[in-house]
């Protein structure tokens, strides 16, 4: 257990960190699920409502460091070329 108070403060910020950190995730991840859903369906008008909101989450979880860059770009990228599909299928 932490013994100075510099230390004790130090877990109480860990702690309110995690959980922020936790709740992040969480909505990114679902998200992130709600577009695929979406894209399983063939809803095309839906995901096209959907994809501002599921970027802006994705972009801003890269900048706190919930994910990597490289790994926001990915999902992007792959989530657009499945509504791309969608797309010129119809």
Do not use: C
Request: proline content about 1%; aromatic content about 4%; charged content about 35%.
């Amino acid at each position: 257990m932490a013994n100075t108070v510099s230390s004790l403060k130090r877990v109480r910020i860990a702690e309110r960190r995690t959980a922020i950190n936790r709740l992040r995730k969480t909505r990114l991840r679902h998200q992130i699920r709600t577009m695929r859903r979406l894209l399983d369906k063939k809803d095309a008008e839906g995901a096209t409502k959907v994809i501002p909101a599921t970027f802006s989450i994705v972009d801003r979880a890269a900048k706190w460091g919930i994910i990597k860059k490289n790994t926001a770009a990915r999902y992007k990228s792959r989530l657009t070329l499945r509504l791309r599909a969608i797309g010129s299928a119809k």
